[in-house]
T-cell receptor
Framework: TQLLEQSPQFLSIQEGENLTVYCNSS?????LQWYRQEPGEGPVLLVT?????EVKKLKRLTFQFGDARKDSSLHITAAQPGDTGLYLC????????????FGKGTRLSVIA | GEEVAQTPKHLVRGEGQKAKLYCAPI?????VFWYQQVLKNEFKFLIS????????ETGMPKERFSAKCLPNSPCSLEIQATKLEDSAVYFC????????????FGNGTRLTVT
């Protein structure tokens, strides 16, 4: 069973459109991280959300952590081709020194 | 260095051959992690180190896989007698802490077992 479920698995949109991708779990996480991975490279951290209900903005990207700390969303406004990539959420499954578990990601393609 | 450096970028091995992958973490980071990314994008945790000591090896296959982080040397992940299902991209990451700390990833080693 996958601890972090991401949806949709694939998303293809036109430049300028808005989109939201989701990261859900039945477990509570002390924090969640979002990464973007481009082909041939390792994931790069975008943001960490820690507090339930927290909203963080990174230019056109808005990240939200659910009140119960079981889910998170990433909203992109006016998507650009440079946003293309694999978006991964990750978190420590238990409090304490446990390694991050990753969702399977949402593969986003933004067409010019 | 300022980046996690992984070598080689690509590695092709025949079934049954040995594969050895290397990782130089960011200077000053105490923790090193190895993850395996298979075709469906799933990241599987393998092992982590605190400096040269194994910290968590719950994800390491019991057979054929071993890893080391020795002082003044790159960390390494070795697979003895590779199998077709070992084909994957192996990522190394480093961080200051083991828990919520962000991971800094290298660009991976793509292992193809033929």
């Amino acid at each position: 069973t996958q601890l972090l479920e991401q949806s949709p698995q694939f998303l293809s949109i036109q430049e300028g459109e808005n989109l939201t991708v989701y990261c859900n779990s039945s477990s509570v996480f002390s924090s969640l991280q979002w990464y973007r991975q481009e082909p041939g490279e390792g994931p790069v951290l975008l943001v960490t959300v820690v507090t339930g209900g927290e909203v963080k903005k990174l230019k056109r990207l808005t990240f939200q952590f659910g009140d119960a700390r079981k889910d998170s969303s990433l909203h992109i406004t006016a998507a650009q081709p440079g946003d293309t990539g694999l978006y991964l959420c990750a978190g420590p499954p238990n409090s304490g020194n446990t390694p991050l578990v990753f969702g399977k990601g949402t593969r986003l393609s933004v067409i010019a | 260095g300022e980046e996690v450096a992984q070598t080689p970028k690509h590695l092709v091995r025949g079934e049954g051959q040995k594969a050895k992958l290397y990782c130089a973490p960011i200077k000053g980071h105490s923790y090193v992690f190895w993850y395996q990314q298979v075709l469906k994008n799933e990241f599987k945790f393998l092992i982590s180190f605190q400096n040269e000591n194994v910290f968590d090896e719950t994800g390491m296959p019991k057979e054929r896989f071993s890893a080391k982080c020795l002082p003044n040397s790159p960390c390494s992940l070795e697979i003895q007698a590779t199998k077709l299902e070992d084909s994957a991209v192996y990522f190394c990451a480093s961080s200051h802490r083991h828990d919520n700390s962000p991971l800094h990833f290298g660009n991976g080693t793509r292992l193809t077992v033929t």
